[in-house]
């Protein structure tokens, strides 16, 4: 049998180059904040969860809205207040006098992308009710474990600068967040760029209009994952993670360091930012790139260190500076 013509071969499949993609049509709406895109990204690959902090008004519940979009994922927004219960996000019983039976009605957790804003302003009680759906991607009410949709992510925000009247995220929730991602404030050229949009009609509510347009989908997740698994790390890589995260442990500043749960986050997010540079393997560099956003917020600084001044990320760059990188 004689080989095909070249020009009628058809293109191999790649889902990366679709994932790529979903950068390009965020920025039509969003202006800047590619590191935060490719957290994103990140987080949707390794089936993980992201805190987005940053002051109001840089454009975090836009981008979440962007990105789904972009990848045809359905997303709902709750807006955690003080007065909102378990039952508000994860669904409740309801009664039916059609039937005279109890119905369950599904709550906004049962989507691929839940934007959950404001989530340290809500009460433990409430926070605690998305863990199992974090940890499991399950939701147990009356004791019926329900499955959410694939797949699905966690998007919480929150503001680093109003304390007040806020119920910050014990330790145990932060853990099971895959990432944290600060959005600074633009430069001058980014800020200037985004009045100009809105002064020729911008309408942050309206992506359409904007040309967003959905160029990847659930099916290119599903592949680009199964791609992920097979990024390969050597010894020496997996040895350097683990050093990472022991040092944090061992830092005078910290009174709490990177659990083994930490460690394992870091190399999932080294494993798909590798891929989505084009590498079927992890370098020390991709360790390095994702350190922070992995590990600023398992880690717990000494009291003493805070009155100091002393920062996370600092404390955090000077152990990258000191733990010997493989060759």
Known sequence: MSAPHPETVAPQYNPATALLQVRAEVAKAVV?????????????????????????????????????????????????????????????????????????REGPVFTNILLADEINRTPP??????????????VSVDGVSRQLPAPFMVAATQNPVEYEGTYPLPEAQLDRFLLKLTMNLPARDEEIEVIRRHSLGFDPQDLHAAGVRPVAGVHDLAQAREAVAQVSV????????????????NAPSFQLGVSPRGATALLKCARAYAW???????????????????LRHRVALRPEAEMDGVSVDGILLSILATVPVPR
Request: net charge negative; aromatic share 4%; hydrophobic share 45%.
């Open 32 to 104: 800047g904040q590619d590191t935060t895109v490719t957290g994103l990204l990140i987080a949707l690959l390794a089936g993980g969860h992201v805190l987005l902090e940053g002051v109001p008004g840089v454009a975090k519940t836009l981008l979440v809205r962007a990105l789904s979009t972009a990848l045809s994922l359905d997303t709902k927004r709750v807006q955690f207040t003080p007065d909102l219960m378990p039952g508000d996000v994860t669904g409740s019983l309801v009664y039916d006098a059609h039937t005279s039976d109890f119905t369950f």
């Open 125 to 138: 009680k409430t926070q605690a009710s998305l863990l199992e759906a974090m940890e499991e991607h399950q």
């Open 234 to 249: 050597a010894a020496e890589v997996l040895a350097y993670i683990v050093d990472l995260a022991r040092a944090t442990r």
């Open 276 to 294: 989505l540079c084009g590498r079927g393997f992890v370098t020390p560099d991709d360790v390095k790139a994702l350190a922070l956003p992995a």
